[in-house]
């Protein structure tokens, strides 16, 4: 079994700051790509940086230049990194990893249970 614990949300003021970290438990045997998404209520469910072990990291063009995503492969963890906040990047993220659980499993799609991140003065 696989599961993906998230930590790190909150509440913060406009211009603030928060990292979200969500690390990968259980039976792994790799990791392919790691990512974030965010849902704001009302709102569907959108990729907000994905990152590959050997490629440039992408980014929803609401977040470039504020938001970074890095991940570290022996942890088996995925951060985000949060700068200069705007209310409207209040949502429930989720982290997502593709795995497989052994050599001639494929790869799956897992998420993690989603912190809250809310923006307000």
């Known amino acids: 079994q696989v599961q993906l614990v998230e930590s790190g949300g909150g509440l913060v003021q406009p211009g603030g700051s928060l990292r979200l970290s969500c690390a990968a438990l259980?039976?792994?045997?790799?990791?392919?790509?790691m990512a974030w998404y965010r849902q704001a209520p009302g709102k569907e469910r959108e990729l907000v940086a994905q990152i590959i072990s050997s490629s440039t990291p992408n980014y929803a063009d609401s977040v470039k230049g504020r938001f970074t995503i890095s991940r570290d492969n022996v942890k088996n963890t995925v951060y985000l990194q949060m700068n200069s906040l705007k209310p409207e990047d209040t949502a429930v993220y989720y982290c997502n990893a593709k795995v497989r659980r052994h050599t001639m499993d494929s790869l799956r799609d897992y998420w993690g249970q989603g912190t809250q991140v809310t923006v307000s003065s």
């Open positions: 259980g039976s792994i045997f790799s990791i392919g790509a």
